[in-house]
C-alpha cells in the first residue's frame, strides 16, 4: 500500500491531500499530520451571536480559478456568494474616503483617480510621473514602497497602497518586494509600460463580455468550515491530530518521520511527504535533508495579527460601506493613534451573516510589521480599543453583545523584494530529492486560491514521483 504524509491540516495541506485521493485513488493512505487539535489552519470560525463567524481569512479572490473549481468538485458550488455591491473606505489624511476605482491595489492609473483621496500636491506628485524617465525593471524586483514613492509620491504610497498591503499581508509597504505582491503591475512594466500609472492600468481588470462587473471576491454561505470539511471528508485520510513532527529523514526509497511528544516519540514511515507547514516549521525540518531549502526558508519574515469578531444589538446600523481601511500613523481626533488596521462591515457585506437575533456582525483587525507590543495585549484591551476606533470612525457607541478575539502569531510571511527568486531556488533545491514536495502561504501568493494551488502543484509532484518509482 502506498502510503503520503501530509504535514499540516491547513488549507495547502488539506487540498493536497484530497488531490492526492483523487490521483492515487482509494487505496493509498493518507496520513494528515497536525501539530494543533483541529484542521483549518487559517480557515477558521468562532462562535459568534448563535451564529458562526469566520476569523481567519475571510475570503477568496474570485478570479483565480481554485477555490471555484474546489467547490465543484466537492459539490459546493451552490454554497459560493459574492459580496453585495458596496463600496469600501480609507481613513486616510484624518478624513474618511471612498476607495477609488481606477486603481490596481492603490496604484493610480491616473492623477484623476485619486483625487479625492490625495491632497492637491499628492495629485500633482502622480500626474508629474509623466515627466519623468522611463521606467525599466530589466527584470530586477524593487520594494514597493521605495519604488512608487520614487515615481508617484508618498502619499500614493501611505494612503492607499500601504492600507490595502497592510490589509493582505500585515506588512509594510516599504518591505514588500513588487514582483511578490503585485505581479500584474510587474508584469505590465516587463512587457512595455514605462510609467507606474501606465502599467497601473494595464493592470486593471478587463470587464466580463456582457460589459457587468465581474464580481471579485467569493465566500461560502456556511462559512470557510464548510471548505474544510469537504476537503477532509474527499481526502479520507488517517488524521493525527495534536502530534508535531519533530525530524524528518530519509529511510531507503522512503521517509520517516518523528512525531509526538519529546519523551515519547513516535515514527511514521511513508513513501512520500507533502510538508505544508510554516516556514520556520519547514526550515527545521529540512534542516538536515535538504540544507539549501532550510536556509532559504529561514530568509522568510512572518508578521502577526488579531482580528476581533463583534455582534451589535439588534437594530444598530452599520456604515453602508462594506468595510474601512486606515492608513498608518492615522489619529483620533484627540491624538490618540488608532489601534485597528480595518474593519470589515461584515452584515454589509455579507448580508446573509447576522446574529441569530438580527444582531449585526462586523471584523476588527489588528497588527502590522512592528507592532508586537500592540499584539501582547489583552484580549480585553483590544476589544476596548478596537471599539474606541469603531466609534470614531462611525458614532456607533453601542457596547457589543458578544465578541471574540483570534489571534495569529507568526501568521503572514512577508515577501520582500526577490521573493520569486528566492523561492525558485528553494523549489530547485527540493527538486531533485524524490518523495518530497512543499506547500503553503511562504511560496507563491498568502490567499486561499494560491494555497490551494501549492497544495494541488505539491501532490502533482509526489504523484510524478510514486508513478515514476
Known sequence: MTR??????????????????????????????????????KLRSAPLAGTRLDLGAEAFLARRPEVLRLAAELGLADEVVHPAPAAARVRAGGELHRLPGGTAMGVPASAESVAGVLS??????????AEL????????????????????????????????LGGVYAGSADGLGLRA???????????????????????????APDGRPRPVFGAFRGGYDVLVRALVDSAGGRQRLGLPVRALRRDGAGWRLE????????????????LAVPAPAARKLLADVAPTASRL?????????????????????????????????????????????AFTYTSRKWPH??????????????????????????????????????????????????????????????????????IAELERAVA?????????????????????????????????????S
Not at 21 to 28: T, V
Not at 188 to 201: K, P, V
Not at 259 to 274: F, N, T, Y
Open 4 to 41: 503520503v504524509a501530509v504535514v499540516g491540516g491547513g488549507i495547502s495541506g488539506l487540498v493536497a491531500a484530497h488531490r492526492l485521493r483523487r490521483e492515487l485513488g482509494p487505496d493509498a493512505e493518507i496520513v494528515l499530520v497536525e501539530r494543533t487539535d483541529r484542521l483549518g489552519g
Open 120 to 129: 492637491p500636491a499628492g495629485v500633482a506628485a502622480v500626474r508629474a510621473e
Open 133 to 164: 524617465p522611463p521606467l525599466r525593471l530589466a527584470g530586477a524586483d524593487a520594494s514597493v514602497g521605495g519604488l512608487l514613492r520614487s515615481r508617484v509620491g508618498d502619499e500614493v504610497v501611505d494612503r492607499l497602497v500601504e492600507p490595502l
Open 181 to 207: 505582491t503585485m505581479p500584474a503591475l510587474a508584469a505590465a512594466l516587463d512587457a512595455g509600460a514605462t510609467t507606474i500609472t501606465e502599467a497601473a492600468g494595464a493592470a486593471l481588470p478587463a470587464p
Open 259 to 274: 512525531i509526538g511528544s519529546a519523551p515519547a516519540p513516535e515514527e511514521l514511515v511513508a513513501d512520500a511527504v507533502v
Open 297 to 341: 526558508l529561514g530568509e522568510v519574515e512572518l508578521a502577526s495579527m488579531a482580528v476581533l469578531g463583534i455582534a451589535l444589538p439588534p437594530g444598530t446600523e452599520l456604515p453602508d460601506a462594506s468595510g474601512t481601511l486606515i492608513a498608518r500613523g492615522e489619529a483620533h481626533a484627540d491624538g490618540t493613534p488608532f489601534t485597528a488596521k
Open 353 to 422: 451573516l447576522t446574529g441569530v437575533g438580527g444582531e449585526p456582525l462586523l471584523r476588527g483587525s489588528v497588527g502590522r510589521t512592528g507592532q508586537d507590543e500592540l499584539l501582547r495585549r489583552t484580549d480585553a484591551e483590544l476589544l476596548r480599543l478596537v471599539l474606541d476606533d469603531l466609534r470614531e470612525l462611525t458614532g456607533i457607541e453601542a457596547a457589543p453583545v458578544d465578541s471574540a478575539v483570534l489571534r495569529w502569531g507568526g501568521g503572514l510571511p512577508q515577501y520582500g523584494p526577490g521573493h520569486p527568486e528566492r
Open 432 to 468: 531533485g530529492i524524490g518523495g518530497l514536495a512543499l506547500a503553503g502561504a511562504a511560496l507563491h501568493g498568502v490567499g486561499v486560491p494560491a494555497c490551494a494551488a501549492s497544495g494541488e502543484a505539491a501532490a502533482s509532484e509526489v504523484t510524478r514521483h510514486l508513478s515514476a
